[in-house]
């Protein structure tokens, strides 16, 4: 399962009413009618919970005489429950939340290009500073790192090195010694 599939996943299980029809479902299948009687809901907001866990994949409908029974997909809360415990699944969750602000991915969008290499720097101070923490994490490692090793690293995503560089120490990402010597992340 990829991660963006678990974002529904956990929406459609992110409500007490859905959850408790997650409960009853794994011990029977149920109408809406039933469902809406023993959790003392409208039948419309019953149908409207099991369309979000259909959504999500969780419930599964088939007819029986005139109504629709409702019962839980076991095989797909456990191939989620999987995912979920797999830790290479949850490091890419993280990583996919923090790329989710959207001023941000439109700055990379509009400023990075496909090979993930710096095309132009803007203008505007906020946007150079999406690209600055861009840029940051080729230093994720312990440092300290020379001028030279800091260029070497930023001509991967940039002819720009310079900027990028003197952006570090402005905007107090990083900090130096004088001479170009000992650069350090803050």
């Known amino acids: ?33 039933e469902l809406s009687t023993v959790l003392e809901l409208k039948a419309s907001t019953v149908s409207h919970h099991l369309k979000r866990l259909s959504e999500a994949g969780l419930v599964r409908s088939e007819a029986q005489g005139h109504y629709h029974v409702y019962r839980l997909d076991l095989e797909a809360l456990q191939a989620h429950a999987k995912t979920l415990s797999e830790p290479e699944s949850l490091r890419a969750s993280a990583q996919v939340e923090a790329e989710v602000d959207p001023f941000d991915a439109k ?13 132009q720097l803007p203008a505007k101070r906020k946007k150079f500073e999406v ?6 994490r080729l230093f994720e490692d312990a440092g300290p790192w020379d001028e030279q090793e800091v260029n070497a690293r ?6 720009d090195t310079a900027s990028i560089r003197r952006g570090f120490i402005d905007h107090r990402l990083m ?6 010597r000992d650069y350090r992340r803050l």
């Open 175 to 180: 900090t130096r010694e004088r001479g170009g």
């Open 131 to 136: 690209l600055l923490r861009y840029a940051l």
């Open 107 to 119: 700055v990379l969008r509009t400023f990075v290009d496909e090979n993930g290499r710096i095309a």
């Open 1 to 33: 399962m990829s991660n963006p599939e678990l974002l529904p996943f956990f929406k459609a299980l992110a409500d007490a009413s859905r959850l408790r029809m997650v409960g009853l479902l794994s011990l029977r299948p149920h109408s809406v009618e």
């Open 154 to 159: 930023l001509k991967t995503i940039t002819a």
